[in-house]
């Protein structure tokens, strides 16, 4: 079975600073992909970035990167600059593999306060 | 804009109580997902359509039923209401291509009294 676990307590962050947001998964499979979604406190979920498996570069969106350890089994989510719109929960998920539906696992989430 | 529509976005009934919700797509993809969210859990799936009359178990499937007669609804029920089905629930779509990204709905808050 698959596991996505974000374990880090609330964190408050500086306008402009960069953030970091810990992800680890569990998986035997290797093709899957992984994906980071933002929650803002209106309740709709938005998606942010993803990684494939195979990919060899780290995604990027904009200020959004995608820090992929695979040998760590790592997908951390980097936002530089923040912005006080940033503030939010954000969730981490994995794919599951082909012939899986592309039914997605979602860990528990991070929340982010950002502090002009 | 996905396309995707919830309804009802809000609503409260007594335990024991049938209730239905919906998904409505505009874009005729081909997989569904009804999610549940509870604090402390993420978002947990609890049952995934991929065509009409194809549907399969999420994690957490007891207690709910789904239909998909068109494409492009996707229905919920809970045949008799629990108070531990009080949640916040969305329904998302998967429009394809490489990396199968979902796109979700704008969730329907429903409480069991």
């Known amino acids: 079975a698959q596991k996505i676990t974000q374990t880090q307590p609330g964190m408050f962050v500086q306008e402009k600073e960069a953030v970091t947001l810990d992800c680890t998964y569990d998986?035997?499979?290797?093709?899957?992909?992984l994906f980071w979604y933002k929650q803002p406190s209106s309740g709709e979920m938005i998606f942010l970035i993803y990684?494939?498996?195979?990919?060899?570069q780290n995604a990027t969106e904009g200020r959004y990167s995608l820090n992929f350890q695979k040998a760590r089994k790592s997908a951390n989510l980097v936002i530089s600059a923040s912005q006080l719109g940033d503030s939010a929960m954000y969730f981490c998920?994995?794919?599951?593999?082909?012939?899986?539906?592309?039914?997605?696992?979602f860990g528990k989430g991070n929340q982010v306060v950002v502090i002009p | 804009d996905a396309g995707i529509t919830q309804s009802p976005r809000h609503k409260v009934t007594e335990t024991g109580t049938p209730v239905t919700l919906r998904c409505h797509q505009t874009?005729?993809?081909?997989?569904m997902y009804w999610y549940r969210q509870d604090p402390g859990h993420g978002l947990r799936l609890i049952h995934y359509?991929?065509?009409?009359?194809?549907?399969d178990k999420g994690e957490v499937s007891d207690g709910y039923s789904v239909s998909r007669s068109k494409t492009e609804d996707f229905l919920l029920t809970l045949e008799s209401a629990t108070s531990s089905q009080t949640s916040v629930y969305f329904c998302?779509?998967?429009?394809?291509?490489?990396?199968?990204?979902?796109?979700f709905g704008p969730g329907t808050r429903l409480t069991v009294t």
């Open positions: 998920a994995m794919r599951d593999p082909p012939g899986g539906n592309n039914r997605l696992a």
């Open positions: 874009e005729n993809h081909r997989y």
């Open positions: 359509s991929y065509g009409v009359k194809d549907t």
């Open positions: 998302a779509i998967t429009p394809g291509g490489v990396t199968h990204e979902q796109y």
């Open positions: 998986t035997s499979d290797q093709s899957y992909g």
């Open positions: 990684q494939g498996s195979y990919d060899e």
